[in-house]
């Protein structure tokens, strides 16, 4: 089945510096990716959608000039947590779509932990 | 817009004892609906999903889930669970417009332990 990848799989990084996230499709061509962001014992909030070569669109509420997410190929997206603060932290989660109609399901990445101090 | 409702968000039951998480959902269309499981500190793993036909989906690890368009339900159950049964379990909602980019929008979650 297919594959999602997501490094590092756990990230501390000190307040006020940048981080970057990578999510990558090992063995299909992920045409858009979704990113979701889970606070401790909270569900996954779903983040921005990208599609490949096009700018994200976030859903309401989330800054985009904070969290900037590049989808320059279709197979590698990131999110860049930008000038990062504690309460950034939190457990990154991306998903993977191919092209050809939906499909959803072991298209997860395995998460990203952020600790930010 | 898509939106999911799990209305327990702790449930003990017995180690043996059947077990049902109750899931509804608002969506215009007919939806794709799914039941995640994840483990403290891990990813989702997808324990069953509907799209279409049968409404009562099999899935891994002996869970079952029923669609119930009239009350807008997807419940997921298992007959006797197992103490590897605790974890948190989310109940989430896929949309089939294509302009909508397939968007999963998950539920609060509901988490199971175990009693001995």
């Known amino acids: 089945g297919a594959v999602v990848s997501q490094h590092p799989s756990w990230v501390i990084c000190k307040s006020g510096t940048s981080v970057k996230i990578e999510c990558r499709s090992l063995?299909?061509?992920?045409?858009?990716m979704f990113w979701y962001r889970q606070f401790p014992k909270q569900s996954l909030m779903l983040m921005a959608t990208s599609n490949e070569g096009s700018k994200a669109t976030y859903e309401q509420g989330v800054e985009k000039d904070k969290f900037l997410i590049n989808h320059a190929s279709l197979t590698l997206s990131t999110l860049t947590v930008t000038s990062a603060h504690p309460e950034d932290s939190s457990f990154y989660i991306c998903?993977?779509?191919?092209?050809?109609?939906?499909?959803?399901?072991?298209?997860f990445g395995p998460g990203t932990r952020l600790t930010v101090t | 817009a898509q939106s999911v409702t799990q209305p327990d968000i702790h449930i003990t039951v017995s180690e043996g004892a059947s077990l049902e998480l109750r899931c509804n959902y608002s969506?215009?269309?007919?939806?794709?609906l799914f039941w995640y499981v994840q483990s403290p500190g891990q990813g989702l793993q997808l324990l069953l999903k509907y799209f279409s036909g049968d409404t009562l989906v099999q899935g891994i690890k002996g869970f079952e889930a029923e669609f119930k368009r009239s009350q807008s339900s997807f419940n997921l159950r298992k007959p006797s669970v197992h103490w590897s049964d605790a974890a948190e379990y989310f109940c989430?909602?896929?949309?089939?417009?294509?302009?909508?980019?397939?968007?999963?929008?998950f539920g609060s979650g509901t988490r199971l332990s175990i009693r001995p």
């Open positions: 998903r993977a779509k191919g092209a050809g109609g939906p499909s959803y399901e072991q298209y």
């Open positions: 969506y215009g269309a007919t939806p794709y």
């Open positions: 989430a909602v896929g949309t089939t417009s294509y302009s909508s980019a397939s968007k999963i929008i």
């Open positions: 063995d299909f061509q992920a045409t858009t």
